[in-house]
RNA sequence: GGGCCGGUAGCUCAGUGGUAGAGCAUCUGACUUUUAAUCAGGUGGUCGCGGGUUCGACCCCCGCCCGGCUCACCA
């Protein structure tokens, strides 16, 4: 037997002894005064004398972080929500009961404590124990306490493990959840509305991706997973829906790395009456909120770089490659405008895609502040509306930040016929071998023959900015459950079938 | 999918072609303000999996599995 499974079967056999000592194993509701945090927050500042002259009691709960014991007294630090709290529990201060119980604990189990708070002679502060009570047993080997957790497939394949023994892993998240939450208020004082679309379709649209494929059994239908809202979104545009916005899940059946997670979250929002250049203000104001409420400050340090939002820059496409053109000799405006010049440094076939091509390798990680960049060639931008002076570019633009993509805006194509010839178009590249080139999709033509207002649209990532927010230089350390390779066989039911027989 | 790196005790990590190590955790004992508590003693390993080379493989070779980084693809 390892000596893990030895471990877990002492700790199954402490259960009868709590339960011996009149306490529930698994414990039952818990009223707690204060959370951990709260106490932190209100007490740090206190002297010693100061809590001594005005004694105050607290009921907390949490799990066992460290025990350290000592004879007939010892100190435990417990843990709430990610924050940590040191109890003292002596034996002169507690039933004689409640110090049994105090010598079965084991780190991770999960205790119930009331006591008043008093500063250790080392300065700590504390809660100084007068009955202890038990919520909830573990029965697994905790990590070690000074490195914690540090494997990253463990702490991705069981999270809840990561959060336990990483504190700092909560914080990460409860960040992403006000990212989230910052999008979602702006959007709602600008008078959008959240909606939801489908993600399971049947025909998919909206971006340049392969999907993943599934099935529904009594309609005997496949079904794609949603790459984008984008469609359903605008038809609600066309519906009279002036304003709305779906943050949810995308599901794209490509790749992983450090930036790309298969399903992952966007915000996508559609603004009838505005144009591409409203979405340029407006994106501009929304990220400098976002840093504001995630982080506290405009100015976000992400991986040794400050990044500032409060100030979004802006370029063109264009001006983009000739300022951070990585050979010799920069490119002129003329160069950049010149399609025979384009196809020269590019492999791709169109003047447009060359254009893009070029922009990526020499511009894309050169792009640390965010930034603008804007008119985007009509090949690679099927949904967006022309620019009236020079119909090869589109009203698009791209938000960029630490070399990272994370927002993209147009005013949005409503001309039925044009959106009819950009599908042909797509169908066309997709009869030449592109398999992410998009599908036709009639019912989002015949709802733009009813006629959509003039409208912008944007899409932000939201796993991305949250990787700026939170200093993470991968999307797996922002998403709770990275997708990864199944794991083997567990055999902790196993465990449990030979510890629970004996 | 390609390239590079990694997988050794529950955790964090050393290690060498010749009997598998440390710290933490765990167990026993001491200790009533410790805090990476301390002190004494003990338990614990299919060295990712499967082949091969060798008198002998954790180490060398081949294949596979899982992960990380990176390139490709993408947002």
């Known amino acids: 037997m390892s000596l893990e499974q030895e471990l877990f079967e002492q700790r199954f056999a ?8 009149g306490y529930r194993p698994y414990g039952q509701r818990f009223d707690f005064s204060h959370t951990l945090g709260a106490i932190l927050a209100s007490y740090s500042e206190k002297t010693a004398e100061e809590l001594e002259a005005n004694r105050v009691t607290v009921k907390v709960a949490g799990r066992i972080q460290t025990i350290r014991r000592m004879g007939k007294a010892g ?16 034996k002169d201060a507690v039933s004689e009961n409640e110090y049994k119980l105090w010598q079965l604990l084991d780190l991770g189990d999960i205790i119930g404590v009331e006591g008043y708070l008093f500063r250790t002679r080392t300065g700590e502060l504390s809660v100084h124990a007068e009955t202890v009570t038990f919520l909830s047993k ?23 493990l990561d959060l336990i023994a990483n504190p700092e892993v909560q914080q990460a998240f409860q960040t992403r959840a006000k990212v989230v939450r910052s999008f979602r208020r702006q959007l709602e004082e600008r008078g959008f509305t959240e909606v939801e679309t489908p993600m399971m379709q049947s025909l998919y649209g909206g971006a340049a991706a392969r999907p993943f494929i599934t099935h529904h059994n009594t309609l005997d239908i496949d079904l794609y997973l949603r790459i984008a809202p984008e469609l359903y979104l605008k038809r609600l545009i066309a519906g009279g829906m002036e304003r709305v916005f779906e943050i949810n899940r995308n599901f794209r059946n490509e790749g992983v790395s450090t930036r790309h ?6 915000l996508e929002f559609y603004q009838s009456y505005a144009d591409y250049r409203d979405l340029m203000q407006l994106t501009g104001d929304l990220l400098k909120q976002v840093a504001l409420d995630a982080t506290g400050n405009t100015v976000v340090e992400y991986q040794g770089q400050q990044l500032d939002f409060g100030n979004v820059r802006r370029y063109s496409i264009r001006e983009a490659v000739c300022e951070y053109w990585k050979g010799p000799v920069k490119p002129s405006m003329d160069n950049v405008r010149d399609p025979e010049w384009l196809l020269a440094h590019s492999e791709k076939t169109t003047a447009g895609e060359a254009l893009v091509d070029i922009f990526e390798r020499h511009c894309e990680d050169a792009l640390i502040q965010p930034t603008i960049i804007h008119e985007y060639p009509v090949e690679v931008s099927p949904l967006a509306k022309q620019n009236p002076e020079e119909p090869a570019m589109t009203d698009r633009f791209e938000v960029f930040a630490a070399g990272m993509e994370i927002g993209n805006a147009f005013t949005e194509l409503n001309d039925p016929d044009e959106q009819r010839r950009r599908f042909e178009m797509q169908l066309s590249m997709r009869e030449k071998g592109d398999d992410e080139a998009h599908q036709m999709d009639e019912d989002y033509i015949r709802a733009l023959c009813y006629g959509m207002p003039p409208t912008a649209g944007e899409g932000i990532g939201i796993d991305r900015v949250t990787m700026l927010m939170t200093n993470a230089k991968s999307i797996r350390d922002v ?11 567990i055999g902790i039911a196993q465990w449990l079938r030979e510890a629970s027989a004996k």
């Open 261 to 266: 997670n298969p399903e992952f979250t966007m």
């Open 14 to 21: 402490r259960i009868r002894e709590i339960a011996a000592l």
């Open 75 to 90: 100190f435990t630090h417990i843990q709430q929500s990610g924050e940590r709290l040191q109890v003292y529990i002596k």
């Open 479 to 489: 998403i709770l459950f990275p997708l990864l390779r199944p794991e083997g066989e």
């Open 138 to 160: 573990n029965l697994m080997g905790m990590p070690e306490k000074y490195h914690g957790l540090e494997d990253v497939e463990i702490r991705y394949r069981q999270r809840y």
